[in-house]
């Protein structure tokens, strides 16, 4: 049966100064990276939605655009039928007949003024979403070149602290086994609810070196180097 490793009070305390340390060099080298890698990746996020944006915009003029071509083939199909129809009216025998192929001239002649109605209002259609479609390729060219200077700002960041975070990250590794799994579990707890990190703080002046408050005389010796 494997033993379980006894820590003195002075090795606890030794270990938790040991990490927090370690960890604080840690993260100093997130500060300098500041808010650039959520900047990075919110924009990244909106330059994938105005792409789809942009490929959105372009199959609605494609499909305008082909709703045109079908309209100008129905006007050369109406006129083909009209000019049929017009060559028969000079072969008919009475008034019935005239005036049922004058129907179906006129009723061709109503499909051509239908359709180039349509490819106008297509026309017009196609005009709006061009602008459209251009301020789109405005928008994205401007954030492209946003996020490159950001992420320029960021390799520079990452490529300069790179080496000593992987070092740190090796040393807290190690502090990290020589901490009593129980308070390690306390340590974790407290740096997440903090957002400067510190979960193990001197006292100074009768005050605790993390939050400043205040403590009285008989608490020093057990809050000495465990901010609570």
């Known amino acids: 049966m494997a033993q379980v490793k006894e820590f003195s009070v002075e090795e606890k305390l030794t270990a938790l100064v040991t990490l927090q340390k370690i960890e604080s060099k840690l993260d100093e080298t997130h500060i300098l990276k500041g808010e650039l890698p959520m900047e990075v990746a919110d924009l990244e996020d909106e330059i994938t939605g105005l792409h789809a944006r942009q490929t959105r915009i372009e199959e609605e003029i494609n499909g305008v655009t082909e709703f045109i071509q079908q309209r100008r083939e129905a006007i050369k199909e109406s006129e083909a039928l009209e000019k049929k129809y017009e060559k028969q009216s000079a072969n008919v025998k009475n008034n019935r007949e ?31 979403k061009a602008v459209l479609l251009e301020k789109a390729k405005k928008n994205i060219a401007t954030k492209e070149a946003i996020l490159a200077t950001k992420k320029s700002e960021l390799e520079k960041i990452i490529s300069a602290t790179e080496k000593e975070e992987k ?20 340590y974790e707890k407290i740096r997440k609810n903090y957002r400067n990190g510190l979960a193990v703080v001197p006292v100074e002046r009768d005050a605790c070196g993390g939050c400043f408050y205040y403590i009285p005389h008989k608490n020093k010796a057990r809050s000495n180097n465990t901010k609570k």
Do not use: C, G, W, Y
């Open 98 to 128: 005239f005036e049922a192929i004058n129907k179906e001239i006129e009723m061709q002649q109503l499909e051509v003024k239908l359709a180039e109605k349509h490819i106008k209002d297509a026309t017009e259609e196609i005009a709006e």
């Open 167 to 186: 070092h740190f990250l090796k040393l807290a590794e190690a502090a990290r086994a020589d901490v009593d799994p129980r308070l390690l579990v306390s």
